[in-house]
């Protein structure tokens, strides 16, 4: 496990300044993505993951902190580096209607990078490796494809032709942000399927973005999820582990809040505890001390609203949350009550194949 | 990954699916489209190929002065007795040419400079803002007026470049701004993404999306530049050598032709020949239009 990670952040930050003043989007993240690995970045909307993803992709330049590649700051690296970074790191947007250059084909598009980079000779060739790329993301036959404009497919197929192009470049790791959430439910499975296939067969790595719990707990079983919360990880563990039986009380409502069709469990699921208010605080304008605590089931006066909590090792994974640490570190006593949910729907272990 | 076998690789593409193949379809497919690019093409024709066809030989004859139209002269003679329909024949090149000149120079340097600085930003684009700034506030007529004035004898292609350089200003504020919002759009990150290079991204994958925007502009501009080189001549500012439509306004307005029953075909020619490039030249922008973009290509 000593090896060195294909990506590692450092204390990545990111502050925007706008005319409210600055606004701290990512504020101090810590992760790693490991050959042939998953990391899964959940969290709801606006919580830095797409910020995160960007900096990390070297699509913006954070305000603090380090991106390393292969061990290598970003910053650090000469134009020959920064190359093969360009070619090893690839990302695939969330919106497949924006991604694609409407005026180009999809074969334009899938061999513009490969002809630039002198990876193809020819046309034949070219044509040849684009069908195999499309065959790889499940278009097939390839040949009604490859002339088509981006407006003649679905979006579904669009996206698929966007992850064919991120492919071209023989990525070492692929940055998806929210990649699948624009897909129908068994498109989404069988993408989900080609880039396990990638995975596990070309070692590529992945850092994974999404908000859909049930796409994190497929694609990431083996892997790990970080939860964001507004800027920060709030835990980051094995992915059996924070989903299985959840440490940080956002982490317990991200996987409340998972629609449960069976409606004993979802009985269930509304005895949980709720989030004290569905607001999200301002980034603007923070609350003190666990930015958590406003919302948070289980704040504690006078504990969550002094300091930030800092990630701590509980139970095989890292949570930030000064209720949690409190209590581990008044644990010796095995009266633990108040953290764990079994009935907390979606903390059942699924069968590692089943359908999601 | 398995190696793939070759798939059934076109070649060569088929002439419908080459970029001016495309444009040909997309002219011809609408009925709009098509009798504007019919009108345009005939109109060229008639001014470029016409002097080619029909007999120079057109000498003054005071026995014949402002007869009707007849089977020897189609248009009538004019006030020299000279046949109007080899004059107008004659006439049609010059303010073609030169405003496809003066119209050409426009856009070209509007595209270019226009999504460099709408790329680049900064200082470029500062200064170049600042340079339509007072190319814009500089009345075009009346610089392209002082222009000829000044140099008496100024060739058509200067006229062309004077011209031009007062028109270039409004289009590249719309490419800027083009450029600007595209440049946004995600397809150009993945192109980022992919080591593209600057140029490239620029030149290949953000000005195609604005084809028919820049072609529609093009033929606008044709069309202003034909305008205002016709309007020098009827103002009669311009040495009065090639015998052109601007010129046979500007005799039939200075010695009052209009009044004359027998001058209409004269006095009414050039005016129908501009009004029907005019119309031809608006209608087979719209066809182009939709040739360059894929979405109204289709159906």
């Keep these: 496990m000593s090896e060195t990670p294909l990506l590692k952040l450092s204390g990545l930050e990111q502050v925007f300044d706008t005319r409210k003043g ?3 989007a990512v504020g101090g993240v810590d992760l790693e993505v490991k050959a042939g690995k998953v ?5 709801e909307s606006g919580c830095g993951k797409t910020t995160t993803a960007r900096a990390a992709a070297g699509i913006t330049r954070p305000t603090s902190g380090a991106v390393e590649f292969r061990g290598k700051p970003l910053t650090a690296m000469n134009a020959a580096e920064r190359t093969e970074y360009r070619r090893s790191v690839q990302y695939i947007h969330q919106d497949p209607y924006a991604a694609l250059n409407p005026t180009r084909t999809v074969y334009s598009t899938l061999t513009a990078g ?5 990876l193809v000779k020819g046309r034949t060739e070219a044509r040849a490796k684009a069908a195999e790329l499309l065959r790889l993301v499940d278009l097939t036959p390839p040949e009604s494809y490859l002339d088509a404009y981006p407006h003649q497919l679905s979006g579904g197929q669009r996206q698929r032709v966007n992850v064919a192009r991120s492919l071209a470049m023989d990525p070492k790791l692929l940055i998806c942000d929210e990649s699948t959430s624009m897909l129908d439910v068994s498109i989404r499975v069988s993408l989900l399927n080609t880039l396990g296939r990638l995975r596990d067969e070309l070692d590529v790595g992945f850092l994974f973005i999404t908000h859909d719990l049930a796409v994190a707990k497929y694609f990431a079983w083996d892997g790990e999820i970080a939860v964001m919360y507004l800027g920060k990880v709030v835990e980051h563990g094995p992915t059996p582990e924070v989903i299985g039986n959840p440490q940080h009380p956002y982490t317990k409502a991200l996987i409340g809040a998972v629609c449960e069709p069976d409606p004993d469990l979802a009985k269930a699921n509304r005895s949980a505890e709720q989030l004290r208010s569905a607001e999200i605080p301002s980034l603007h304008d923070l609350p003190a001390g666990c930015a958590f605590h406003p919302r948070c089931p289980a704040f504690e006066p006078g504990v969550c609203d002094g300091e930030r909590p800092l990630l701590q090792l509980a139970e095989r994974r890292n949570v930030a949350c000064h209720v949690v640490a409190r209590d581990r570190r008044r644990a010796a006593a095995p009266d633990d009550r108040t953290l764990t949910f079994d009935a907390v729907p979606g903390s059942r272990r699924p069968e590692p194949e089943s359908a999601i | 990954m398995t190696a793939v076998e070759a798939p059934a690789a076109k070649p060569r593409r088929t002439f419908r699916e ?3 193949g495309q444009i040909w379809t997309g002219l011809t497919r609408s009925p709009a489209g098509f009798a504007g690019t019919v009108l345009v093409l005939a109109i060229v024709g008639f001014s470029f190929i016409g002097p080619l066809v029909v007999d120079q030989d057109n000498p003054t004859d005071t026995s014949m002065i402002w007869t009707a139209p007849s089977g020897e002269h189609w248009l009538g003679t004019q006030y020299e007795g000279k046949d109007t329909f080899t004059i107008l024949v004659n006439s049609g090149a010059e303010p073609i040419w030169v405003g496809g000149m003066a119209a050409t120079m ?18 470029i684009d500062a200064l170049l803002l600042q340079l339509t700034d007072v190319t814009v506030t500089i009345p075009q007529f009346l610089l ?3 222009v000829v004035a000044f140099f008496e004898d100024i060739p058509p292609w200067g006229v062309a470049i004077v011209v031009g350089s007062t028109m270039w200003a409004f289009l590249f504020r719309s490419i800027r701004a083009q450029v600007m919002s595209l440049k946004e759009r995600e397809f150009v990150e993945a192109a980022k ?6 140029m490239r991204i620029v030149f290949r994958e953000i000005l195609p999306n604005m084809a028919g925007f820049i072609f529609v502009n093009f033929v606008i501009a044709v069309n202003q530049a034909i305008y205002a080189i016709v309007g020098l001549y009827v103002l009669g500012l311009m040495p009065s050598g090639t015998p052109n439509w601007g010129l046979m306004i500007h005799l039939s307005w200075q010695n009052n032709f209009f009044l004359l029953p027998v001058a ?12 029907l490039f005019t119309i031809g030249l608006v209608t087979m922008g719209r066809g182009l239009d939709q040739a360059l973009n894929p979405r109204l290509r289709d159906r």
């Design chain 2, 193 to 198: 993404l992919q080591h593209l290079g600057t």
């Design chain 2, 106 to 123: 426009a856009v070209i340097v509007a595209v270019v400079l226009g999504s460099i600085a709408g790329y680049f930003r900064g200082r």
């Design chain 1, 22 to 24: 600055p606004v701290a």
């Design chain 2, 18 to 20: 080459s970029t001016l």
């Design chain 1, 39 to 43: 990391l899964c970045l959940v969290g």
């Design chain 2, 264 to 275: 209409m075909p004269y006095v009414l020619a050039p005016l129908l020949m501009i009004v």
């Design chain 2, 144 to 146: 392209m007026i002082a």
């Design chain 1, 114 to 118: 490969l002809k630039r980079h002198g």
